[in-house]
């Protein structure tokens, strides 16, 4: 009877001495698939390599292999060799090594049989030493590189840079957990464009730690492996993206949503008519070269070149307004009645503001009403009156102050001086790319938890 053999030195066959048939299985050696594209035969043509290295016999070749020559699956982790296209399974082509059994027949078996009898009493019982050594080796090998892997995806930053860990979340992106910023990359990334180099998850990332923290492009370069190009091309493309899709996010709320939410403390000053809080921040800009542009921009609160902003908040504290960029030179007042805003106002509705708008006028044409802390200059003493109502209009308007510094070390970017090129038209629309940071940046902080209105705990 023809018992099939391992070629490894295990001693161990498909049946007994008796004729029973054992719980194992045999395997050739496997074939080199040429002619299944250059992958399959290169990946097949190294495993063939890999196995008879393993094996090492003198008799047995790459190009003249025995149909015999079989490996018992005690010689595998899992019992069997794995699929051959998955090079990383440590049965791809990690086989134990040995001398040579080859197949046996007639009075060779009868030999065979001999020596098994002889030596029954001194064989492991289960595996030989080769193969618990071996698989203890793999098992070693497979618990550092476990950890070799987790230690290397600690530092790549990837999906598994961020999640689980909110503090980081906090420190990177500016937004309150990693929800929030999958939230945010669900809505944008089918409008985001292909990379080869770049996940849609690490062109949103990128871009928020540069508004965040105002990392210079090169820095980011370094960070995600690519060229100083390529990331400011991915940063103008995903605030692109941002201010197309999210930036209805910044939006005035109907009359019965305000009332409806109305603080207690504007209720009892001004009960439920306030619909909006303004005021006016400046970025600095690089000085421009055109003598127009340099005197549009040089801004004599700042002393230097600059763009400002009017934002206006809700007695919530989310921002409801933000207008386009206007020259520093330009006075509160001109950037009110030109930016939109005034068309918002509805009868009798009440606008919070500083002195320095000037804006009663205006939008008493709106049929709304302005309130503003009482002047001083020129009187000895307000009356207990005037006192009571300006301490009571500045305690709440301060509110606006405080989004804008929320806004503004929340995301770095703003703190920073902008380069002309951000201050031009955006190619067929009529905002600038800083004026699309700007927004992109109070959408970002819209949904951050609010700094007037504290959460019930």
Request: aromatic share 8%; hydrophobic share 35%.
């Amino acid at each position: 009877m023809v018992r099939t053999c391992c070629v490894i030195g295990c001693n161990v066959r498909s049946y007994d001495r008796h004729g029973n048939k054992l719980g194992l299985s045999f395997y050739a050696f496997p074939t080199w698939k040429q002619f299944q594209g250059a992958q399959v035969s290169d990946v097949t043509k190294r495993r063939r390599r890999a196995w008879i290295a393993a094996v090492r016999r003198a008799d047995i070749k790459f190009c003249s292999i025995s149909r015999y020559h079989l490996v018992c699956s005690r010689h595998f982790h899992s019992g069997k060799p794995a699929y051959e296209m998955d090079q990383t399974n440590p049965d791809w082509g990690q086989i134990c090594d040995g001398h040579v059994e080859a197949e046996v027949t007639g009075a060779d078996a009868e030999n065979a049989d001999l020596r098994e009898r002889q030596t029954e009493d001194q064989r492991p019982t289960n595996d030989c030493v080769r193969c618990v050594q071996s698989r203890a080796e793999i098992n070693r090998l497979l618990e550092e590189n476990g950890k070799l892997k987790s230690q290397l995806d600690k530092t790549e930053v990837n999906e598994n840079f961020l999640q689980g860990d909110t503090e980081k979340v906090k420190y990177y992106t500016g937004l309150t957990c990693f929800a929030i910023f999958m939230s945010v990359l669900d809505n944008v990334k089918a409008f985001l464009p292909a990379s080869k180099k770049l996940s849609h998850f690490q062109m949103l990332l990128l871009t928020l730690m540069r508004l965040r923290l105002d990392l210079p492009v090169q820095h980011l370069s370094y960070l995600f492996n690519v060229s100083h190009k390529t990331l400011s091309s991915v940063f103008a493309d995903t605030i692109d993206v941002l201010y197309a899709r999210l930036g209805i996010l910044v939006h005035w709320p109907e009359r019965h949503c305000l009332q409806a939410t109305m603080p207690p403390q504007f209720m009892e000053t001004f009960g439920n008519r306030v619909a909006i809080i303004v005021d006016c921040f400046e970025i600095r800009t690089e000085r421009p070269c055109n003598l127009k542009a340099r005197a549009q921009t040089c801004s004599h609160y700042k002393g230097t070149h600059t763009m400002k902003y009017l934002i206006g908040i809700t007695p919530q504290g989310a921002i409801s307004f933000i207008s386009k960029g206007w020259g520093g030179r330009a006075s509160d007042k001109h950037i009110t009645e030109q930016c939109g805003i005034l068309n918002k106002l509805l009868p009798g509705d009440v606008v919070l503001d500083d002195r320095g708008f000037d804006i009663r006028d205006a939008v008493g044409m709106m049929c709304a009403e302005v309130k503003i802390p009482a002047f001083t200059r020129g009187f000895c003493q307000l009356d207990a009156k005037d006192i009571e109502n300006t301490r009571a209009i500045a305690h709440l308007r301060i509110h606006v102050e405080r989004v804008i510094g929320s806004l503004r070390n929340k995301f770095k970017m703003l703190h920073t001086t902008m380069p002309i090129r951000s201050l031009l038209p955006c190619e067929g629309e009529d905002v600038t790319f800083l004026d699309k940071i700007v927004r992109v940046c109070c959408v970002l902080g819209n949904m951050c938890p609010s700094v007037v209105v504290k959460p019930h705990t």
